[in-house]
C-alpha cells in the first residue's frame, strides 16, 4: 500500500508542474521540478519491480518532455535570434529548446541577452537529467540482464 501512495504523490507532483508551466508559472514549475526529480529517482530505483519501472521511466519522460515545452514556451515568448532576426515562433522555439536541453548548440539560433540565463540553466539541467535517464535505463535494463554467473554456464 505504501507504493500505491508515493505513486499518488509521483502523479501529483507532475501534474502540478505541468500545470505550473502551462499558466505561466515557470518559476513555480521549475522549483517543482527541482523538488520532484530527486524524491522521483530514489522512488524509481528503490523499486524492483518492472510495472514500477515502467512507470518511473514514462513518469521520467513526460517530466523531460514538460521541461523542454516549457523553456520553449519562455523562448517564443522573449524570442531568440536566428540569422540576426528575433524570433517568436513556437516551431524554432521548440527546437532551439531542444538544441539547448541536448547542448548540441549548434549556434544558428541563440537566445537573446536577458535570456541567457534561462538557456544556460536548460543545458546544465538537460546534462543533470540526461544523466538521471542513463541510471533509469540501466536499472530498468537490470532486471532483464542475466547475471555473469548464468552466462558462464
Known amino acids: 500500500m505504501k507504493i500505491l501512495n508515493e505513486s499518488k504523490i509521483m502523479y501529483l507532483l507532475l501534474i502540478t508542474t505541468l500545470l505550473c508551466s502551462v499558466f505561466g508559472l515557470r518559476s513555480l514549475s521549475f522549483v517543482l521540478m527541482v523538488v520532484t ?3 522521483f529517482v530514489s522512488w524509481a530505483l528503490s523499486h524492483r519491480n518492472f510495472r ?4 518511473a521511466f514514462i513518469y521520467f519522460v513526460v517530466i523531460i518532455i514538460i521541461e523542454i515545452a516549457g523553456f520553449a514556451a519562455l523562448y517564443e515568448r522573449e524570442g531568440i ?4 532576426s528575433l524570433i517568436k515562433d ?4 521548440f527546437y532551439f529548446s531542444v538544441v539547448t536541453w541536448t547542448t548540441l548548440g549548434f549556434g544558428d539560433c541563440v537566445p537573446t541577452s536577458h535570456i541567457r540565463h534561462w538557456a544556460a540553466l536548460q543545458a ?3 546534462y543533470v537529467m540526461m544523466a538521471i535517464f542513463t541510471a533509469l535505463i540501466l536499472n530498468f535494463l537490470g532486471g532483464r540482464i542475466p547475471a555473469k554467473s548464468d552466462w558462464e554456464s
Open 37 to 39: 526529480v530527486p524524491i
Open 52 to 55: 514500477y519501472r515502467i512507470q
Open 81 to 84: 535570434v536566428c540569422e540576426g
Open 90 to 93: 513556437a516551431y524554432t522555439s
Open 124 to 126: 546544465i539541467l538537460g
